[in-house]
Nanobody, 115 residues
Framework: QVQLVESGGGLVQPGGSLRLSCTASVTSISIDVMGWYRQGPGKQRELVARIPSGGSIYYADSVKGRFTISRENVKNTVYLQMNSLKPEDTAVYYC?????????WGQGTQVTVSS
């Protein structure tokens, strides 16, 4: 059973920064595709950023240049550094792990951008 535990959400003012972390309860994430999704109020869940074990990193257009996804395989952890946050970034952020066609999700962490 794969478990993903997120942390790092909270309340931040517009223009501020937050770093989300997600740690997986697996032997190693080195072969897995890791990603961050978000679901804002009244919206569908959307892909924010995705980092494969090798290859190109994907960012949604709305976060390019502001968010950075990274991974630390030795710690089974993926990060999402979020800078220049905007009110429209307010959402529940979910960590995702893809392995052999299966998707696993964290419980979500709330990010609220408000003055």
């Amino acid at each position: 059973q794969v478990q993903l535990v997120e942390s790092g959400g909270g309340l931040v003012q517009p223009g501020g920064s937050l770093r989300l972390s997600c740690t997986a309860s697996v032997t190693s994430i080195s072969i897995d595709v890791m990603g961050w999704y978000r679901q804002g109020p009244g919206k569908q869940r959307e892909l924010v950023a995705r980092i494969p074990s090798g290859g190109s990193i994907y960012y949604a257009d709305s976060v390019k240049g502001r968010f950075t996804i990274s991974r630390e395989n030795v710690k089974n952890t993926v990060y999402l550094q979020m800078n220049s946050l905007k009110p429209e970034d307010t959402a529940v952020y979910y960590c995702n792990l893809q392995r052999y066609g299966n998707n696993y999700w964290g419980q979500g962490t709330q990010v609220t951008v408000s003055s």
